[in-house]
């Protein structure tokens, strides 16, 4: 199951306009890990998940997913390996009818018929959106679109999935339902956020950046204790990490005395 | 942004429409477009001064609305929408042509209005039918089946594209102007400057969400075609439908339906 394997190593990104984004990032997740991707608005969270699926070209280093080193020849075989869902569901939502946005890779892939129609009906049951499939995008709610735009990516059987802020924009049940559903896969998982109570939630794993660099990378509730390097990286605890503001049990803020 | 948002749900209404599963909806669009193109060019290709003959073409729509299973009210609401437009068109017709053509009775009636009113009626009668053609049709169906019928495909692919995105963009222009005129208090604002740098905006950002949805295209393996699922296929209900239809169509347009019914009617009253 090597293929399920993100190598990246010593990666930069320079953008055309000369800001360096990425500055020799390295890791290595491995098969069926669940890795969040964290820091600071500017930080490079986007500019690396873009690497990914080979959007964007490395200035320098090496993107290995599987066997595969990421170049122009194994782009097709890396971008059906890397599921990538983005931030705005209606980025990946462009097609007339659910059907026809959650068929647009396996088509690409060369599926038809029965076959074609079973993997649509499956990608759609295992995220619960069985019921939408005739609909169009745009009559959906958030919620469902976040649904939809998962099941798009499941049709091509991703073995990695990368998601761009996963529960942004959602109210606390769809969240909800969306974190549970994603504590089902078993692909290896890669998410950006700043909901960092999802992030311990659902990955055990977590890498810092900070200035385009790799600030931190360990265990996510080793990360969470650790307060100077919070500070550092402009991040916070989890809110279900720190003290009850209410009840006061634990609240690590001092109140003046009377 | 009332106006807007409303027209946006109105767009909905239509889509939820051809959902239905009628006669009229199980035809292959091919037929439905190319049906909807003849009578649309019989119903412009009259004279300016024609307007008995124009109405036997309302049988089309009617029959649509009928066998389509449509709510004929919103229909005739869209249409009714459309009217004062077409008005506004031919008002000036009266005043720069008062030749009388006909005589009412006691009243003289000019050429200006009867061309205003043809006006109106072919205005009625083209818009009702392209209504109609998208609340049994569809707008995706259409458009694949013009690429079908031989239109190129990005033309197509744009299409779908702007149908897909119009309600992104509306709702966007309607969030940036809402944003623009809570700030103006009630006043002007800095006037057509600020509409002229919001409009850039709205470009601006139109660009960006083309560049993200090529990037989410890209990572789902497009390459450059679109692939159809079509199944649907011309068989001899569309080709019944289709030369029905433009036999009639081509009739009524030869020869003045209203006309030979007039004369029957008083034939027989004779």
Redesign the interface.
């Known amino acids: 199951m090597s293929h399920h394997i993100v190598e990246v190593k010593n990666l930069r990104h320079v953008y055309p306009d000369g800001t360096a984004a990425l500055q020799d990032v390295s890791f290595r997740i491995t098969h069926g890990e669940s890795v969040a991707i964290i820091g600071a608005n500017g930080a490079g969270k986007s500019t690396l998940l ?1 690497h990914l ?1 080979g ?1 964007l070209a490395p200035s320098g280093g090496e993107i290995r997913i599987g066997d595969f080193l990421l170049n122009r020849g194994t782009l ?1 075989e890396i ?2 390996t ?3 869902v ?1 931030q ?1 569901p ?3 939502l ?4 659910v059907y ?1 946005d959650v ?3 396996p ?3 060369g599926l ?1 018929g029965a076959e ?1 129609e079973r993997c649509v009906t499956s990608a759609l049951e295992r995220v619960g959106a069985g019921h939408l499939v ?1 609909k ?4 959906l709610s958030g919620g469902e679109k976040k649904r939809v735009a998962i099941a ?2 499941l049709s ?1 059987s991703p073995d990695i999935l990368v998601m761009d802020e996963p529960t942004n924009g959602l109210d606390p049940y769809a969240r909800r339902q969306l974190i549970g559903l994603l504590k089902d896969f078993s692909h290896s998982k890669i998410f950006t956020s700043h909901d960092l109570d999802m992030v311990l939630e659902l990955c055990e794993r977590t890498i810092v950046l900070k200035g385009g660099e790799v600030r931190a990378d360990g265990p996510t509730r080793e990360i969470f204790q650790n307060d100077a390097l919070l500070a550092e990286c402009r991040l916070e605890k989890p809110l279900s990490m720190q003290g009850c503001a209410i009840c006061g049990s634990a609240v690590a803020v001092s109140l003046p005395l009377p | 942004m009332a106006s807007i948002d409303g027209a946006l749900l109105d767009f ?1 209404r239509l ?1 939820q429409l051809a ?1 239905g599963d009628t006669v009229m909806h199980r035809l292959d669009p091919r037929a439905k477009v190319l049906a909807t193109l003849v009578f649309l060019v019989s119903v412009v290709s009259f004279g300016r001064y024609e307007l008995s003959a124009l109405i036997p073409f309302f049988i089309f729509p009617a029959a649509l609305i009928g066998l389509g299973d449509l709510p004929a009210g919103y229909i005739i609401g869209k249409i009714a929408l459309i009217c004062p437009l077409a008005l506004v068109i031919g008002i000036f017709n009266p005043i720069f042509d008062q030749a009388v053509l006909l005589q009412l009775g006691p009243l003289p009636v000019s050429g200006g209005w009867i061309s205003c009113a043809s006006i109106v009626v072919r205005a009625a009668l083209t818009v009702s039918a392209a209504i109609i053609l998208v609340a049994v049709t ?3 169906a259409i458009c694949r089946a013009m690429e079908r019928l031989g239109m190129p495909p990005a033309f197509a692919m744009q299409l ?2 702007l ?3 119009i ?2 963009l509306t709702e966007e222009g309607g969030r940036a102007s809402r944003a623009r005129e809570l700030r103006a208090f009630g006043k002007k604002g800095r006037g057509m400057a600020s509409y002229s740098s919001l409009l850039g905006h709205l470009l601006l950002r139109t660009w960006m ?1 083309a560049e ?2 090529h ?9 450059g075609a679109f ?1 159809s ?1 079509e199944q649907s296929r011309f068989g001899a209900a569309e080709l019944l439908f289709l030369a029905g239809w433009s036999i009639l169509f081509i009739t009524l347009r030869m020869h003045n339906g209203s006309q030979f019914i007039g004369s029957l009617v008083t034939g027989l009253l004779k």
């Open positions: 873009l699926n959007y097709p971008r059906r890397v599921g990538m983005f705005d209606d980025d990946q462009f097609m007339p009818t026809d068929a647009f890779g088509m690409n892939l038809s074609l005739k169009a995008p745009y009559h798009t990516v091509m | 909905k889509d959902e569809g707008f995706p779908l594209f149908y897909r995105y309600f992104v969400r993200r949805i990037m989410a295209m890209l990572a789902r393996g497009f390459s692939h699922r």
